[in-house]
Each structure stands twice: as structure tokens, then as C-alpha cells.
């Protein structure tokens, strides 16, 4: 335990020399599959070792030289000590380039790293408490054609949480980011869902999110929806209603989600209606995402458990 918390300490002290602005919007965006890129509690919540895996796109097919955004994102986490504690990892890439004609690339990743204490509770009930450290790449822009480029910076990013679950319901509430100047958004995120056993071979797993942005980002609350039918535990349809948005915009979507369980591998696509068909206009188009999960046992015999959450 104490080694745990020098290297946290650790940890602090060296991000806490970078510049402290950051910008992490970019994996919110990402939280329907990934949950842990809006509360550093959720790691270790599922009780295996779980790797995955998000690639998003759009246009998924366009005219040669038009506009195109690209990202990749990659969780990890593991319970460690008995389950009573937990470690993640979050990393992710995204790219947009405008026409190949006098356009832009526009592009910022980020490292983060997690870690969270858990508690059990009556009725199989965890509480955990976690912390978020790590550096975001301040997005930068690089011209093309005119051979002007933008500055590359790396700053930290703080972020903490809380969250509870057990067989059938979920609720977190974070903040991340607090650490950051008054030019970057510090939300703060509440989280809850609740799985309705319809019969033995069907059920739906309900779940809302809240954000509130800090003042400095528009002090506004919005408020998504979703749900997702799962028969036999072995096929999940789900539709997620995302005023947050599908990017950095402020565009709302409707997402339609398509997920398959294969023993220890879970496979996913989905799609938001932020807009229709293609256009000149990136932001108008929708994101194509695939995902993909692998979870083996972390020593506590809970890999063969199907979890909702």
C-alpha cells in the first residue's frame, strides 16, 4: 500500500511539471464502451483483467482528398491485491484532416493512468474511490500546403471519482480535469443504470449520464440517455441518445449500437446520426466505431460472469 501511494505521489509531482492546462473532451466521448474515460473508479469494477479497444471514423468512405477524422482509443484495467484495489490505463490518438487543398490536420492524444481502492458492501455491493494522472497533448494544428505548423505541448490532467455497482445497478460521480487553467473544461460527471431482468433470456440495461461543464466552458448541463436489449446475454442492440455530443462539437446524436459476447471476446459496432449522408461539412456526418473487448481471469475465478457494466 505505501508503495502504491509514493509512486501516485510520485506520479503528481512529476505531471505537476508540465503547464497545467489540458483537454481531455476528446475521450469522454468515448464513455458508451468505455466507461472508466469518464470515472477513474470504474476500473477494476468488472473484476477481470479487461482490454479493449475503440477505432472511429468518418467519412467511412468519401471522395479522394476530402476531409476525414480518425481516432483510436485503448483501455486497461485489472483488480490487484485481492480485488480490494484496482489499476487502468487510458490512451488515445485523434486526427482530423481537412481537404487536401489549402486544409489543416488538426490532432492530440493522451496517457492517463488509474488507480482505485474498493470496498464491499451488503448485498455484493462495491464503493470505490479513484484517482486519474496523466498528460494530454494540447491539440495542434499544421498546415497544408503552406508549410505553417502549430505548437506540440504535453500537460498534466488530474481527475477523481466515486463509484458503486453491484449485480444490477450502477451510480459514479467524478470531476476531471480540475486541475486545469481557466482556458480548459474541468465537468464533472454523474453516472447510474439499472439492468431489468425481463425473463431468463432477456434483459435491458437502462443507464443516464450527466455533465456539468465548468463556467469557464459555458457552465452547461446536458443530459444523455441509453439502453441496450441483451438476449441470452450473447447479442446486446442498444440506442443511446447523446446530448454531450459525438465529438468536440456541441452536435447532439443518436447512437445505435450493435454488440456480440464470444466467451472471453466482445465485439461492437456502432453508429451516430449527428447527420445524414456525406457533406462538405465533417461535422454534419456521423461516426462509424468499432470495438473490441478481451477479458481473461485476474486470479478470482470471475472471467466466465457475464457483466452488464
Given at each position: ?62 471522395p ?100 458503486y ?15 486545469a ?10 453516472t ?39 438476449i ?43 447527420g ?29 460472469v457475464?457483466?452488464?457494466?
Amino acid at each position: 500500500m505505501k508503495q502504491i501511494f509514493k509512486l501516485l505521489l510520485a506520479g503528481l509531482i512529476i505531471t505537476q511539471a508540465f503547464n497545467m492546462q489540458a483537454q481531455q473532451d476528446q475521450m469522454y466521448i468515448t464513455y458508451p464502451f468505455m466507461p472508466m474515460n469518464v470515472n477513474p473508479a470504474y476500473a477494476g469494477s468488472r473484476e477481470v483483467i479487461s482490454v479493449s479497444g475503440i477505432y472511429r471514423t468518418r467519412p467511412l468512405f468519401g471522395p479522394l482528398g476530402a476531409a476525414t477524422t480518425t481516432q483510436q482509443y485503448f483501455n486497461f484495467d485489472m483488480p490487484i491485491a485481492k480485488d480490494r484495489m484496482a489499476i487502468g490505463f487510458q490512451a488515445y490518438n485523434a486526427q482530423t484532416q481537412g481537404n487536401l487543398t489549402g486544409g489543416s490536420i488538426y490532432g492530440n492524444l493522451g496517457l492517463y493512468g488509474n488507480f482505485a481502492y474498493r470496498l464491499t458492501l451488503p448485498n455484493d455491493g462495491k464503493l470505490a474511490i479513484g484517482v486519474q494522472l496523466g498528460v494530454t497533448q494540447v491539440p495542434v494544428f499544421f498546415g497544408i500546403g503552406t508549410g505553417s505548423s502549430g505548437n506540440t505541448a504535453f500537460n498534466s490532467s488530474y481527475g477523481a471519482g466515486v463509484y458503486y455497482n453491484n449485480d444490477d445497478a450502477y451510480l459514479g460521480v467524478s470531476m476531471l480535469n480540475f486541475n486545469a487553467s481557466d482556458n480548459y473544461n474541468r465537468p464533472i460527471f454523474i453516472t447510474g443504470g439499472y439492468v431489468f431482468r425481463i425473463d431468463d433470456d432477456f434483459k435491458i440495461k437502462t443507464g443516464a449520464l450527466l455533465r456539468k461543464q465548468s463556467t469557464n466552458s459555458g457552465g452547461k448541463t446536458d443530459f444523455d440517455l441509453n439502453a441496450t436489449g441483451w438476449i441470452n446475454d450473447k447479442f446486446g442492440i442498444g440506442i443511446w441518445y447523446q446530448n454531450t455530443g459525438s465529438d468536440n462539437s456541441t452536435n447532439t446524436s443518436i447512437l445505435g449500437s450493435l454488440q456480440v459476447q464470444l466467451k472471453k471476446i466482445q465485439i461492437g459496432y456502432s453508429y451516430d446520426f449527428s447527420g445524414s449522408g456525406y457533406s462538405n461539412s465533417l461535422s454534419s456526418q456521423g461516426f462509424h466505431q468499432l470495438m473490441i473487448k478481451y477479458e481473461i481471469d485476474a486470479g478470482n475465478g470471475k472471467s466466465s460472469v457475464f457483466r452488464y457494466f
